[in-house]
């Protein structure tokens, strides 16, 4: 099989998939992990096998980046309370519930693998959220609610599994020094994401020609992504905050080049949460047989 058809089957399916899910009037994210995971037992089709830190950088920051860059910044604000304490507060507290039931569960698990097991489950699943949304009828607040929290989630379980794979490998933690760490990881992501975006916004008001601008656009989440990596605070706070300042000041833009942005961006993320979701189920075969040779 030539290496380039693998790639088209996956568009194909997921575009199939998607129209399936809208006539059966059921999540497409599930439908896509199931046809991932028939998929996977096709016998000519190669195995993939996807870097996490390649994901991390490929896909997230062009996923975080739209839902940022079109979110309302004054629902933002108005709804901060709530949206802290979903997207820290409660993300946290399931955490430490799922660490705990793991470590009660699976004898010697070490408390520090259980709090990182629990910082990989505890963030949930935008794309799901909002396709069961689409068909409830659900007040505005609540969706701008769950919109926002969506956005900061994953900074707040990332971070924590940083301290937990941390403290597995040096075997020591300090809550104080934890917490005061979380708190400059955030802030200073936020602060080098503003940053890009004020660079950014100045190198697209030199421009008048709409497929460059959204070239910048396109660049903007891995730089802001990058740039806080190389300082080592969060890069999806910095991603997140680079939307939404862009997003806000976006009326300095033409028309024609918001319609073609917010075009190109849905069209981004359609196919990147497609990929993953076919990815999820292509592999779960394989976790599943690991997990099956691994001692509990």
């Given amino acids: 099989m030539h290496h380039a058809e693998p790639v088209v089957l996956l568009l194909v399916l997921v575009a199939g998939l998607v129209v399936l899910a809208n006539k059966l009037k059921v999540p497409y994210p599930v439908l896509l992990v199931l046809g991932g995971l028939a998929l996977s037992f096709v016998p000519f089709l190669p195995v993939i096998r996807l870097d996490p830190n390649l994901v991390l950088f490929f896909f997230l920051p062009p996923l975080l980046y739209p839902a940022a860059l079109f979110t309302s910044w004054r629902d933002f604000r108005r709804n901060l309370r709530p949206i802290l304490f979903l997207a820290i507060g409660l993300v946290l507290l399931t955490m430490t519930v799922v660490a705990w039931v793991a470590h009660l569960i699976i004898p010697g698990l070490p408390w520090a693998a259980a709090f990182a097991l629990g910082a990989i489950v505890s963030p949930p699943d935008a794309v799901a959220a909002e396709a069961i949304l689409k068909r409830l009828r659900v007040p505005a607040r609540i969706q701008a609610v769950l919109g926002g929290e969506s956005l900061v989630n994953d900074a707040t379980a990332l971070v924590a599994y940083q301290f937990a794979v941390a403290a597995m490998v040096t075997g020591q933690f300090s809550l104080g020094g934890a917490s005061l760490r979380f708190v400059l990881v955030g802030v200073g992501g936020v602060a080098l994401g503003l940053l890009v975006g004020v660079v950014m916004r100045w190198i697209q008001r030199q421009l008048d020609d709409p497929p460059v601008q959204i070239t910048v656009s396109l660049l903007t989440p891995f730089a802001a992504y990058l740039l806080a990596e190389r300082f080592s605070v969060s890069g999806v706070l910095a ?44 592999q779960l075969p394989g976790i599943l047989r690991n997990l099956s040779h691994e001692p509990l």
């Fill in 239 to 282: 991603v997140v905050a680079a939307g939404v300042y862009l997003g806000w000041h976006s009326t300095a833009l033409s028309a024609r080049t918001r319609l073609q942005a917010q075009a190109f961006w849905e069209m981004v993320a359609f196919l990147l949460n497609g990929f993953i979701f076919i990815m999820i189920g292509l």
